[in-house]
Nanobody, 121 residues
């Protein structure tokens, strides 16, 4: 059983910072990529940031220069450092991972349960 366990999130004032963390647990061959999606009320889910094993991270334009995604040394942990937060960053943030569980060559998508980030004064 593979699970993505998220931590972090909460309420922060505009201009503040939060750090989200996600760890992949269970038995698997490896992880191809990890990232974060978010969904704000009444809006579609969007990819915030994603990072592969040996590739540069990608960010949605609205968070560039404010958010930083990183993988842990063991490569099964992904963090999202969010600085200069804005009210429009308010959303449920979900961890994502493409994990090679059944086959050492083929990855399957997995999602965390989500954590709420609220940016408000």
């Amino acid at each position: 059983q593979v699970e993505l366990v998220e931590s972090g999130g909460g309420l922060v004032q505009p201009g503040g910072s939060l750090r989200l963390s996600c760890a992949a647990t269970g038995m698997f061959f490896g992880i191809n990529a990890m990232g974060w999606y978010r969904q704000a009320p009444g809006k579609q889910r969007e990819l915030v940031a994603i990072i592969g094993n040996d590739s540069s991270p990608d960010y949605v334009d609205s968070v560039k220069d404010r958010f930083t995604i990183s993988r842990g040394n063991t490569k099964n942990v992904v963090d999202l450092q969010m600085n200069s937060l804005k009210p429009e960053d308010t959303a449920v943030y979900s961890c994502y991972a493409e994990i090679r569980r059944i086959s050492p060559l083929r990855g399957t998508s997995y999602w965390g349960k989500g954590t709420l980030v609220t940016v408000s004064s």
